[in-house]
């Protein structure tokens, strides 16, 4: 069974204070409960030293320290991803995401060379794609890593992926204990 240093995910998050149908997050895509994102085998698939870094919106800040201790995780820092266009929002019309980085065991940072600003900017395109410069800098950060990306939706190369979008899928039973 494949043991990963690096994990890099886009939850499915469940958004339960929609005001409309057709502002359900379930009409781009099905979402999990936190719960069932806990549940994933994410401890069983990396090593003693691992990195994980985990998208989260505004509202689920909570919950995803949640689901970063449930996966074996301890915080270390996050950036913020400007999508430079306003989103939707109750409380103030979200213009960034969260990027949470986070590690198990002994994990060192990429070199000081190669640290970037904590502000990622990159003007959003559809529903929920995030930028993909972030996955090319996680992999030229750590060339030699066995890397995971979660609930994803296309594959690149040099990744192993997970996801109901995209064939190739990894198969997380073999995680589960």
């Known amino acids: 069974m494949k043991k990963y240093d690096v994990i890099y995910a886009d939850p499915a998050w469940r958004y339960d204070f929609s005001k409309s149908k057709s502002r359900d997050i379930e009409n781009q895509y099905p979402t999990m409960s936190i719960k069932e ?5 994410v401890d069983n698939m ?30 270390v820092t996050q950036g913020i991803w400007d ?20 590690k198990k065991g002994k994990f060192s ?6 640290r970037i600003s904590s ?22 950060w750590f060339p030699s890593a066995d890397r995971l990306e979660m609930f994803c939706r296309e594959g690149k190369q040099g ?3 997970w ?13 589960y204990t």
């Open 37 to 41: 994102i806990c549940d994933l085998p």
């Open 159 to 161: 990744w192993d992926i």
């Open 46 to 75: 990396t090593n003693k030293n691992a990195v994980l870094y985990l998208w989260a919106t505004a509202p689920k800040l909570i919950e995803a320290l949640k689901v970063i201790d449930a996966w074996g995780f301890t915080y």
């Open 163 to 175: 996801g109901n979008e995209v064939e190739d899928s990894i198969d997380l039973s073999e995680y």
């Open 109 to 114: 940072p990429p070199t000081s060379d190669k």
């Open 119 to 140: 502000v990622m900017v990159e003007k959003r395109s559809k529903h929920s794609k995030k930028p993909s410069f972030i996955r090319d800098l996680i992999k030229d």
């Open 83 to 102: 999508k430079q266009m306003i989103g939707m929002g109750y409380w103030f019309r979200g213009q960034h995401e969260i990027l949470i980085v986070a």
